[in-house]
């Protein structure tokens, strides 16, 4: 396993008197695709928006433990510096209404980017990246809504990108759509490994399966289990993990 | 760095809040400034014959400070107006919400719109022109500037209001309700009646509150209509003050007690207000919590 | 088995014809007020009563001046009621995380919407004539306090149907609160805004008791910041002038009209702004 670029230690989260999370222990693998997988409710979307502090936008939500994000603690450091070290692709595509080109350019210029020429060469690459390039390269200052639901989810990962990243997390990043528009995706996904740590949230097991390298199975808020995918999928050591990817709830 | 912009985003966050806090900073200063240009006069003149004197006479030698005549005036203005006003209005929005065609509907919709936008003072003008004689020939009177033009007027001015809060009401009642009454095989003339007018009853009682606060308030169009004498409202057609013209009449000249007298009748005339918003806000929120 | 009818029934079918009859006489209302305004009205109005002062010497009515003010006092509110009222819809929709503190802003605005406009007048008079001294600034910023509800009230609705993905989105992206605000939020409530400025427009153009007493009611000509530190009245004034005090019902009828004008203008403006929003959000 590669050196792990996130560590988190004892992670409890209560969404005002309710417990989401109970003392979750992992460690997220560099240059790697872990999947977080388990029944809706189980806190996996919400341990998702932790890494990024993305909770911190709802009032109610108390955390205690430990996350480190190459050796840092992420609750003392500059929650924007962080969030843009560590992307988020949301459940459903949400390019913002404005040009694809200024869609992809939000970032860069939100962290200070101001010079045409560089601004120019991130969006081309982050497009060529999110392999958008080609589709949109002529319409550029198109409005983003005008493009389809899998080309505006790629957009996303390109608007992601933009701001050169580590770690990238994907909240169930294909359940809006197709299934072409899905495989491009995963395709997408696995080329991005290369350079990123991918942490992707997904209902579908064969995707887990399909891409990543590491599974982690979710139940009630707390981690059931932590491996290698193929080690995980064909010879879980936890019954109620059996259960689950065998299909007897779900 | 890091610091900067954390202090940016505090000083930013500083400025909308005082932002925010400028309708409540209106309001008290409202009330603080009503409160205390009108509670010396009421003092001095004592709050028993201020409120229930029968007599204003302001400049006269012995100056007489009653306002009774002034409420009463108001009152009987406010509830004539509803009582022409609400039978009209609600009807039209129950045509509106449920027979119109929608051509006929969106034509309507924007007549109401249309009446809500004239101003007071074209209200009064026509008022004065075509309303006050008419009175005075069709019942005979000397003078047709008085109360019963003062309230023909009001009705009007308040209709629009009542209408639109009326149709939003009727229209907030879920179909289902509707469907349900049609199934067991009522008319659909039985199912507003019995059903969907009693569900949309707190709406409906939200717009007769603020017709009741739109009357009340006005001052320019009674001004030119109601003859503005201040006399007990004791018939139709006698010349009255409002609350509100009473405070307008006098202000531009007034001096001393007078003045600060004016300033009493506005602030008589906060507390109904004031006491009108808190049942329009009791009787909304009743109905958030059904 | 015939059911019996209750006795209320016989008065069932009557609502539909009472309805009909209530809402052609709302009709017909309409109809002959602006009939008759405009009938009244445009005989009188001539160039030379828009175009110029009036002057007791060669007793002639001129309204230029109350049209100048009514422009002046109009955009000088907006200016000052827009940023308040925006800034106020922002901090309840993006900033205010206590329940309590929003209820009360919004039941303040609320009441400020219900207080009449007499009472502006005196509460204007002693806060801002008695100190800026009768001027057109002094109307204005009684006319902001009592337009502040409608922006709030517009810009707020609008804020909340900005979508949550939005500011999501921009956070995601590691934008500051402020940055999220002025780039995703605010472009997307243009609708709002527009709305409440234009039915602002329409209660500033018609509202006179207000102004009476802190603006004024002289009739010169003068340039935008003149006219701001001078008494002046606005078109509502002058009609009541003219027609109250003046028994020059001419004028007063050619104001009206214009009034009438600006009316329907304003009601057409709010449904074309209307039906623009509504297929910018289709498309």
């Known amino acids: 396993m590669n050196q792990p670029v996130i560590t988190v230690q004892d992670l409890n989260l209560w969404y005002g008197q309710s417990q989401a999370l109970r003392s979750v222990s992992i460690q997220i693998p560099d240059r790697a695709i872990t999947a977080l997988i388990g029944p809706s409710g189980c806190g996996k979307s919400t341990f998702l928006k932790t890494l990024d502090r993305m909770n911190d936008l709802i009032p109610s939500v108390r955390v205690e433990g430990q996350v480190l994000y190459q050796g840092q603690d992420i609750f003392q450091t500059d929650v924007n510096q962080l969030r843009r070290e560590i992307g988020m692709v949301f459940q459903k595509p949400n390019p913002f209404p404005m040009s694809i080109y200024d869609n992809v350019a939000y970032g860069p210029r939100t962290h200070g980017t101001r010079d045409k020429k560089t601004l120019d060469q991130l969006v081309e690459r982050a497009l060529r990246d999110a392999a958008i390039w080609d589709e949109v390269k002529d319409r550029l200052k198109k409005n983003a809504l005008s493009l389809s639901g899998g080309q505006q989810q790629r957009l996303c990962i390109a608007r992601a990108l933009a701001v050169q990243p580590r770690v990238l997390l994907m909240d169930e990043p294909t359940s809006a759509l197709d299934p072409i528009s899905t495989s491009r995706i995963e395709d997408l996904v696995l080329s991005l490994k290369e350079h990123y740590a991918i942490v992707m949230v997904t209902h579908n097991m064969q995707q887990a399966l399909r891409v990543s390298d590491q599974t982690a199975f979710f139940l009630l808020g707390e981690l059931i289990e932590f491996g290698e995918t193929g080690t995980l999928f064909s010879q879980p050591r936890d019954k109620r993990t059996e259960d689950y990817i065998t299909g007897r709830f779900g | 760095m890091k610091h900067t912009a954390k202090r940016s985003e505090q000083v930013i966050h500083a400025l909308f809040f005082l932002l925010g806090m400028v309708a409540v900073a209106c309001v008290i200063l409202i009330t603080v400034y009503l409160v205390f240009s009108g509670l010396p006069a009421i003092l001095q003149i004592g709050p028993g014959p201020f409120l229930t004197g029968k007599v204003w006479a302001s400049t006269a030698a012995q100056p007489q400070y009653g306002i009774l005549p002034f409420i009463l005036s108001s009152l009987a203005g406010t509830a004539g107006a509803i009582l022409l006003g609400l039978p009209v209005g609600f009807l039209t929005a129950l045509y509106l919400a449920k027979l119109a065609p929608p051509r006929i509907r969106a034509l309507l919709g924007q007549a109401v719109s249309v009446l809500a936008g004239i101003p007071s003072v074209v209200y009064g003008l026509v008022g004065m022109m075509v309303l006050v004689p008419a009175v005075r020939s069709l019942f005979g009177v000397p003078d047709g500037a008085g109360l019963l033009s003062a309230i023909i007027v009001l009705a009007i001015m308040i209709l629009p209001s009542i209408v639109k809060m009326t149709v939003t009401a009727l229209n907030a009642v879920p179909q289902e309700y509707e469907a349900a009454s049609l199934a067991l095989g009522a008319t659909a003339e039985e199912t507003w009646v019995r059903v969907t007018i009693p569900a949309a009853r707190s709406g409906i009682a939200a717009a007769v509150v603020l017709g009741v606060g739109r009357a009340i308030g006005e001052s320019m169009a009674v001004m030119m209509v109601a003859g503005n004498a201040p006399n007990l409202p004791d018939s139709l057609f006698q010349s009255v003050r409002f609350l509100t013209t009473a405070v307008a009449s006098e202000m531009s000249y007034s001096s001393g007690l007078q003045q600060q007298a004016l300033f009493s009748i506005a602030l008589v005339l906060f507390l109904f207000i004031m006491l009108l918003n808190a049942l329009l806000n009791f009787i909304l929120k009743g109905e958030n919590k059904l | ?283």
């Open chain 3, 1 to 283: 088995m015939m059911m019996t009818s209750s006795p209320r029934r016989p008065l069932v079918p009557l609502v539909r014809v009472l309805s009909l009859l209530a809402a052609g006489l709302t009709a017909l209302l309409t109809l002959f007020l602006i009939g008759y305004i405009l009938l009244q009205g445009l005989p009188h109005l001539s160039w030379e009563l828009v175009s110029t002062s009036p002057s007791y010497i060669s007793q002639r009515v001129g309204i230029l001046p109350d049209l100048l003010n009514t422009l002046y006092i109009t955009l000088t509110t907006l200016l000052f009621v827009l940023p308040l009222g925006v800034g106020a819809a922002v901090y309840l929709t993006e900033y205010a995380s206590s329940r309590r503190l929003a209820g009360a802003i919004e039941y303040a605005a609320e009441a400020l919407a219900g207080i009449p406009s007499i009472i502006y007048g005196l509460v204007g008079m002693l806060l801002f004539s008695n100190t800026l001294g009768t001027s057109l600034m002094a109307g204005a910023l009684t006319l902001v306090i009592m337009n502040l509800p409608t922006i709030m009230r517009n810009t707020q609705e609008s804020l909340k149907t900005v979508p949550q993905s939005y500011r999501e989105g921009a956070f995601g992206l590691g934008a500051g609160k402020w940055r999220v605000i002025r780039t995703v939020v605010l472009p997307n409530c243009l609708e709002g805004v527009v709305t409440g400025c234009i039915l602002s427009v329409g209660r500033i153009l018609g509202e006179s008791a207000a102004l009476l007493f802190t603006a004024g009611f002289a009739h010169t000509a003068n340039d935008f910041f003149t006219a701001l530190s001078s008494p002046g009245a606005t078109l509502t004034v002058a009609l009541y002038v003219y027609a109250k005090e003046q028994g020059e019902f001419g004028a007063a009828f050619a104001i009206a009209a214009i009034l009438m004008l600006l009316a329907l203008a304003i009601n057409l403006l709010a449904t074309l702004s209307a039906k623009f929003f509504q297929r910018r959000n289709a498309s």
